[in-house]
């Protein structure tokens, strides 16, 4: 059972965490996009993907973290300094995408997409508010600013997660000889 949960935990890591890190990774660079051309409809429509697939792929995420409870639990190293050590940035890292990540991108989706519908020409942009993970308003204004914000959060949410993969892989105090 060990090796199914193992196994599981892998490919719901892969499928869900890695198109969340690429496509927060593309995102500030579409907004960019999107501020550099505010008549172009072609940025905002690639923006609405890459949330999308933030949104929903981090919330399949779960997933990574219910098999790799059930593989921990079944390999008895639930006690091991380098799974809780792992748990707690696994947090942070859903905390980074859930509170400023995910809420940001919202945000100035909405108000580019205000923008765009206000004359067409994208001038005008106003703020947008979407509420973070504690249920705070998040103003945005899109502007060069938003997509060095989002691109530093982004590095963050990436990082933690690279050293969560790292700590899987080498687990520190290991008997197992890995």
């Keep these: 059972m060990t090796k199914l949960f193992l196994v599981l ?27 550099a051309a505010p008549g172009d409809a072609r940025p905002v429509t690639t923006l609405r993907t890459l949330h999308r697939i933030c949104r929903v792929y981090g919330g399949l995420g779960i997933a990574v973290v219910v098999f790799g409870f059930a593989t921990a639990s079944s390999m008895d190293v639930l006690g091991s300094v380098w799974l809780i050590v792992s748990i707690a940035l696994t947090f942070l890292a859903a905390l980074v995408l859930l509170v400023l990540l995910l809420p940001r991108q919202e945000a100035a989706l909405a108000a580019l997409t205000a923008a765009t519908a206000g004359d067409g020409t994208g001038a005008g942009a106003g703020a947008a508010e979407a509420a973070d993970g504690a249920g705070r308003g998040v103003v945005v204004r899109p502007d060069a600013r938003t997509s060095v914000l989002l691109g530093a959060y982004t590095g963050v949410f990436n990082v933690l997660w690279a050293t969560v993969t790292v700590l899987m892989i080498v687990r520190p105090g290991s008997t197992t000889g890995a």
């Design 9 to 35: 935990h892998v490919l719901a890591a892969i499928v869900a965490v890695g198109p969340v890190t690429v496509a927060a990774s593309m995102f500030p660079r579409v907004l960019r996009e999107a501020l």
